[in-house]
């Protein structure tokens, strides 16, 4: 098995959790904080996602892995962008719930 596949599988088992768990808060609560939070989270999977199809060698006309390639830029600003609104979006929803 491929290195990067493992590491790929292994990390989409808390990317889906994460995910799971921003779907049932975003249907929830419909707030614009957990819907940043489930766009983060969707970003993450994104990454997960881009790992698989350079692991499986999918899509090769994407260049997987490849500096200043499209498969890099997708992985790389997905990362970003996941990495910034899942936070964002977990910090707000924790500081504005309210405890009856």
């Given amino acids: 098995m491929n290195d990067t596949l493992l590491k790929a599988l292994v990390a989409f088992v808390p990317a889906c959790m ?11 609560k419909k707030t614009m904080y957990s819907f940043l939070q489930l766009l983060g989270a969707g970003c993450l999977i994104v990454v997960i996602l881009t790992h698989v199809c350079e692991a499986l ?6 260049h997987w892995g490849m500096e200043h390639s499209v498969g890099h830029y997708v992985d790389l600003w ?3 962008v ?4 899942f936070p964002i979006g977990y910090l707000l929803h ?7």
């Fill in 18 to 28: 994460l995910f799971s768990g921003s779907v049932v808060l975003f249907f929830g």
């Fill in 82 to 85: 996941g990495l910034t609104l």
């Fill in 78 to 80: 997905s990362a970003v």
């Fill in 57 to 62: 060698d999918l899509f090769p006309r994407m």
């Fill in 94 to 100: 924790a500081l504005t719930v309210r405890y009856a």
